[in-house]
């Protein structure tokens, strides 16, 4: 392929990506994420503002499977914007890829406050990425967790057993470097 067709597939992907038809979305996300390179992730990125949550999810998507850690923070933001909650499960999904060790409270505040799909992904991103944290950090974790379990209405699903004792696990976990005299 020359230039000028590699140009015009390009093209055509980004058009594609922005469709409401969900398999051509997915399919221009893979044909994206081949293609890499700075302007198609800044491309990516920012349809992570857009308001259709087909456009997110194929962006989020795209971003996962390139790997590329400056999607981190956009992310992170798209996934709190107060109109995507309940549906920012393939944008916290997409994080399980990237490096989020420095966004432990994030993580939290994800497993914490959002949904089912972005929950199971921040407990998978908890158990399997390595964090860099403070005392400060877990003390906000732990209050977070003692607001959460007095305002259940916060959290959702935090009355179903399985799941108060699965963010309990997780939160147990962190919280037991707070009794131990070690630098972390």
């Not at 390179?37 to 390139?66: K, Y």
């Not at 109109?83 to 499960?89: A, F």
């Not at 989020?100 to 994030?106: F, I, N, V």
């Not at 944290?133 to 732990?142: A, G, K, P, V, W």
């Amino acid at each position: 392929m020359n230039a000028a067709e590699s140009i015009k597939e390009l093209e055509i992907l980004k058009q594609n990506i922005l469709s409401d038809d969900w398999e051509l979305v997915k399919g221009s996300a893979d044909g994206l994420a081949t293609i890499g390179g700075d302007d198609v992730v800044e491309f990516l990125i920012s349809l992570l503002e857009s308001e259709n949550p087909i456009t997110r999810n194929g962006a989020a998507l795209a971003l996962e499977q390139i790997g590329d850690n400056r999607a981190v923070e956009p992310l992170l933001k798209a996934v709190f914007k107060k109109e995507n909650h309940g549906c920012n499960g393939t944008m916290v999904f997409a994080l399980e890829s990237l490096d989020c060790s420095s966004k432990l409270k994030e993580i939290f505040k994800i497993l914490f406050y959002e949904t089912y799909e972005a929950r199971m992904s921040a407990e998978s991103i908890l158990s399997e990425q390595v964090f860099e944290f403070t005392r400060d950090d877990l003390n906000e974790i732990s209050e977070m967790w003692q607001d959460c379990q007095l305002h259940s209405e916060k959290c959702p699903e935090i009355e179903n057993d399985e799941v108060r004792i699965s963010i309990q696990n997780s939160v147990d976990g962190f919280l037991a470097y707070l009794k131990e005299d070690r630098k972390y």
